[in-house]
């Protein structure tokens, strides 16, 4: 049977790259300009709806994950030795990346090459959900930047922003905490314990 015939699982079918963690693969499933918070359906593949957009909080880049990524115990380890907090459990999905460009992009279901420059280190409910912070390579306007504090302070404050409200409904307390804010180096090691995660977890 022809395996070219059939479209590769976005999560376990692509390659990462070939120079992770320094430029990976990322499979984007929203784009700023969705309506509908769109995530990958984990068995077959397919984008589907997770639910719509019920407040002005729109992803302020195009959001994915970086496939062949697992958060579990090694996300988990880092996050507790880093930040200091116990108890803390991988999240069980992909690693999520966000990729800074200046392009209107006008769909998502598409594959990019992101070159990482930091990253947030998101607990949510005790589980590490780290957000990989990346330009798209060859950007005219972000493809010059190399560490997250590089990047004017408005635009890292909108990430923040996004990323702390963005499960958050008017009246119920915060549910996620921004544990740290860190550069391309930590990025990389978060990107290789995803690695070793999903090697683990996969194998």
């Known amino acids: 049977m022809d395996s070219n015939k059939f479209k590769a699982h976005p999560w376990h079918g692509i390659s990462p790259g070939d120079d992770i963690p320094r430029r990976v693969t990322a ?9 509908v918070k769109y995530e990958i359906d984990k068995l077959s593949g397919y984008l589907k709806i997770d639910r719509p957009q019920k407040y002005s909080n729109v992803v302020p880049a195009l959001y994915g994950f970086v496939p062949r990524t697992y958060c ?20 069980g999905d992909p690693l999520d990346i966000l ?11 598409i594959l990019v090459e992101a070159i990482p420059i930091g990253g947030f280190r998101m607990v949510d409910k005790n589980e590490a959900d780290d957000k990989i912070i990346a330009v798209l390579k060859d950007d005219q306007l972000y493809g010059g930047f190399t560490e997250l504090n590089q990047l004017p302070v ?3 404050n909108r990430l923040r922003h996004y990323f702390m409200t963005y499960k958050q409904l008017p009246g119920e307390a915060e549910k996620v905490n ?5 550069g391309r180096e930590e990025a990389y090691r978060a990107i290789n314990a995803s690695v070793q995660d999903y090697m683990t977890y996969f194998s």
């Open 178 to 182: 921004i544990a740290g804010v860190y």
């Open 72 to 91: 579990g115990p090694a996300i988990a380890s880092l996050c507790m030795e880093l930040t200091g907090l116990s108890h803390v459990e991988g999240d």
């Open 27 to 35: 499979f984007i499933e929203i784009i700023p300009t969705d309506t």
């Open 154 to 156: 408005g635009i890292v």
């Open 99 to 109: 990729v800074l460009t200046e392009r209107a992009i006008p769909r998502g279901d």
